[in-house]
């Protein structure tokens, strides 16, 4: 049986991207990659990555999951049980918890790359370095500082860890991701990508590292567009073969919008693709470039209502003296405080006709019985009707026994203040009866709703309530949703809440067995900062595909040539 493909995942956060790779299985059900080590630093997220290991190494031995399933159901851990605990070991020693940048961690990496690569086999890199350098927001954040200079920040430079890990190991292919704010960051006044670019085309001319002895004479790369096979890095003109660099505005080629692969959420992010020279060589750079392009999987966008289904409802909670009764009080009496004011006080941006509508539908949410929903839903396995059906489905379900339901895990719901609860009634209600979230003070208009915020009406104040539209793919799940859930708000107006992690992770297509450790904060930091695995997956196909054709040595078709964007 051949081996599967070793991977590195570095910058790995809970896994999102090694769960995608990781996911795919030949005919003979052994896996296409196995991953031979992911680093992560921060704690909680490392723990989580360390237990997805191990439940991939239960899965694929005969023991069964109880271990694992009864671990999520407050059981022993499986470190303390004689019968999985050698399967922990090697799970420890896949996830290693370390900060790469500096001499310690980066030496701890090399050491287990050199003693764990096989260098006679192609072996795959993934990983997406810290974004906040990047991010728009962080951007922001930063020109607010005066004694900021983006050249000292040494977050701009993370992805040279990378990059070491490049010029040393040769890996065949590498998936590297990151914000969009990416392409438009600048050290001085040049955009940041471009170099980029040119450091990863070369990475020993740009780190000066040799690889050591056994892996691939060859060292420089290709890069590839998943969206566009015109666009890739280096194209070349002239006698000299010198690179051609792209345009900056061909450089949107290399963001992937995530709900036109299926994804409930639109997500974009830049993902380049790098393949050795040698391999893009055999095969041919237009053939290369064709067979990495991921098409649309469909014409239809897939919706936060479809990511929900099946998931238990859930009420919010009081941020004092909760009770089911309690917070039913308060929402019947947020809900017609509301009506009475939005009855009476006119709005330059809502008809009155509208106005009506959305008072009506508070009033009876008010007037009517509620269901007497829990804040935290308790996995209890009963017996499924019916096994999943669709293929979203199925990937939620992941390798739970498809004849039980009831097994979701991170999924509580948080508590709010009255007054929010307010916020959030009236938000999801407008939504229901206008087919869209409310757009700042334009719509949140009573007096009632206002937050305590001096700039409530200007800045970043302005706008901070959001609904998670049910018809629509979600907004980009960031790990803002850690802070508050205001830009997060569940479409259900008879739950009143904000997303919890769980749902935030389907909308990342997490499957519902992933367990996110941590306290509630963190679990909500690591769902944001992830890759979407089925995103992930989709991705790795195209890994698959073109290793593939590298393996049955695909020459380069004659008449191929290549063609300029």
Same mark, same amino acid.
């Given at each position: ?5 070793q ?10 991207l090694?769960?995608?790779f ?18 992560e630093k ?27 399933? !009864?671990?999520?159901? $407050?059981?022993?851990h499986?470190?303390? =049980?004689d019968? #999985? +605990?050698?399967?922990?070991? %090697?799970?420890e020693?896949?996830?290693l918890?370390l900060?790469?940048?500096g001499e310690d ?10 003693q764990?690569?096989?260098h006679?086999r ?13 991010s ?5 954040r930063n020109?607010?500082?005066k004694s900021?200079?983006?050249?000292e ?7 040279r ?5 490049i ?6 292919v ?8 990416m392409?438009?960051s600048?050290?001085?006044? !040049?955009?940041?990508? $471009? ?5 990863? =085309?070369?990475p #020993? +001319?740009?780190?000066?590292? %040799?690889?050591?002895?056994g892996?691939?004479s060859a ?9 566009d096979d ?6 070349t ?14 450089y949107?080629s290399?963001?992937i ?9 639109a997500?974009?992010r830049?993902i380049?693709?790098?393949v ?5 060589k ?6 290369m470039a ?9 014409d239809?966008?897939?919706?936060v ?7 238990p409802p859930?009420r919010?909670?009081l941020?004092?003296?909760d009770?089911y009764?309690?917070?039913?009080e308060a929402i019947?009496r947020v809900?017609?405080k509301v ?11 809502l ?11 508070l009033k009876?949410?008010?007037e009517?019985?509620?269901?007497e929903l ?8 009963k ?7 669709t293929?979203l ?19 509580e ?5 009255e007054?929010d ?9 407008f ?8 757009i700042?003070?334009k719509?949140i208009?009573?007096?009632?709703l206002?937050?305590m915020?001096a ?14 539209l049910?018809?629509q ?12 859930g205001?830009?997060?708000?569940h ?6 809440r ?7 992770a389907?909308?990342q ?8 450790e941590g306290n ?10 992830a890759?979407p ?18 393996q ?7 008449h191929s040539?290549v063609?300029?964007?």
């Amino acid at each position: 049986m051949t081996k599967p493909v070793q991977l590195v995942d570095l910058f790995a956060g809970p896994g999102g991207l090694g769960e995608g790779f990781s996911s795919i299985r030949r005919p003979d059900r052994s896996r296409q990659f196995k991953t031979l080590v992911s680093v992560e630093k921060e704690a909680s997220a490392h723990r989580t990555l360390t237990l997805r290991a191990f439940y991939r190494l239960l899965l694929d031995s005969d023991r069964g999951m109880d271990a694992y399933f !009864e671990y999520l159901q $407050g059981g022993k851990h499986p470190s303390s =049980r004689d019968d #999985v +605990k050698d399967l922990w070991l %090697e799970a420890e020693q896949e996830a290693l918890r370390l900060e790469l940048g500096g001499e310690d961690g980066n030496h701890a990496l090399e050491e287990r790359l050199h003693q764990g690569l096989d260098h006679d086999r192609d072996w795959v890199l993934i990983g997406g370095p810290p974004c906040q350098a990047y991010s728009v927001v962080g951007r922001v954040r930063n020109r607010g500082n005066k004694s900021y200079r983006p050249e000292e920040d040494k977050r701009h430079f993370l992805y040279r860890e990378y990059l070491d890990v490049i010029a040393r190991f040769r890996p065949a292919v590498f998936v590297m991701e990151n914000v969009r704010g990416m392409l438009t960051s600048r050290v001085g006044k !040049e955009r940041i990508f $471009g170099q980029i670019l040119e450091d990863l =085309r070369d990475p #020993v +001319k740009a780190t000066g590292h %040799e690889g050591p002895e056994g892996c691939s004479s060859a060292s420089e790369y290709t890069i590839f567009s998943l969206k566009d096979d015109r666009v890739y890095f280096p194209r070349t003109k002239g006698l000299f073969n010198t690179p051609d660099p792209l345009e900056e505005h061909e450089y949107n080629s290399f963001v992937i919008k995530a709900e036109e692969h299926g994804i409930p959420q639109a997500r974009h992010r830049v993902i380049l693709v790098g393949v050795r020279n040698d391999i893009v060589k055999g095969v041919g750079v237009q053939t290369m470039a064709t067979s990495l392009k991921v098409d649309s999987t469909d014409d239809e966008k897939r919706t936060v209502e479809q990511a929900f289904i099946g998931l238990p409802p859930l009420r919010s909670g009081l941020s004092r003296e909760d009770s089911y009764e309690a917070w039913h009080e308060a929402i019947k009496r947020v809900a017609t405080k509301v009506a009475n004011e939005l009855r009476s006080q006119p709005s330059e941006h809502l008809e009155p006709e509208d106005r009506k509508r959305i008072a009506a539908e508070l009033k009876e949410i008010a007037e009517t019985p509620h269901e007497e929903l829990p804040r935290r839903h308790v996995p209890n396995g009963k017996p499924r009707p019916v096994g999943p059906t669709t293929e979203l489905e199925k990937w939620y379900h992941g390798a739970q026994d498809p004849n039980t339901k009831g097994l979701w895990y991170n999924h509580e719901a948080r508590s709010h203040m009255e007054k929010d609860l307010a916020r959030y009634l009236y938000c999801a209600t407008f939504a229901k009866v206008m087919g869209y979230s409310p757009i700042g003070t334009k719509e949140i208009y009573l007096d009632y709703l206002a937050p305590m915020h001096a700039n409530w009406k200007t800045g970043k104040f302005a706008d901070r309530f959001k609904v998670v539209l049910k018809d629509q793919p979600s907004k980009t799940i960031t790990s803002h949703i850690s802070k508050d859930g205001h830009y997060f708000i569940h479409y259900d107006p008879k739950q009143c809440r904000s997303l919890t992690v769980r749902e935030a992770a389907r909308l990342q297509t997490f499957p519902d067995d992933y367990y996110f450790e941590g306290n509630r904060t963190e679990q909500y930091v690591q769902v944001g900062n992830a890759v979407p695995p089925l995103l992930a997956r989709r991705i790795a196909n195209k890994v698959v595909e073109i290793l593939e054709r590298a393996q049955r040595g695909e020459l380069q078709q004659p008449h191929s040539k290549v063609l300029q964007a």
